[in-house]
């Protein structure tokens, strides 16, 4: 079943790698108390994923940070090092933006958003959304309906919302 407004998302455990190695973050600690953005990309280095999504809230950082928002969070189903490197690449790491790793597609599993498309070398990978979250609690939920676009999970378009 998809994630919607209202619900409380499950914990999980996801991977970050930063400089002192790889390190197990759960989810649950990372809303606990705080206004967090999380959004999900179908991979990372992928065309829309690095020119779009992760740029749209580049830009969107300081505006999300001056309405509370504590935390910006990316999530693909990708391994730490593949998401450390492209948060370098994209400057995301740079910029604060927090790149965890849903190494076995098991939180977007959860919360219903993995699709698998085999001709493009997508497999249990998750669907593009946005949402802003209080305490656990998701309050703003923006999927994207189209594909290769991220129109209505982007930075500009989630900060429109809260």
Known sequence: ???STGVTLPDATLLMKDADGIHSVSLADKMKGRKVIIFAVPG?????????????FIRTKDAFAAKGVDEIICISVNDPHVMHAW?????????????????????TKAIGMDFTAPPVGLIARAKRFAMYVV?????????????????LSGGEALLEQI
């Open 1 to 3: 079943m998809e994630i």
């Open 44 to 56: 990372a280095f992928t065309p829309t994923c690095s020119s779009a999504h992760v740029p749209s």
């Open 87 to 107: 948060g370098e690449a994209t400057g995301a790491t740079e910029a604060g933006i927090t790149m965890l790793a849903d190494a076995e597609s098991a939180f």
């Open 135 to 151: 305490d656990g609690v998701v309050q703003v939920y923006a999927p994207e309906v189209g594909t290769g676009v991220c129109d």
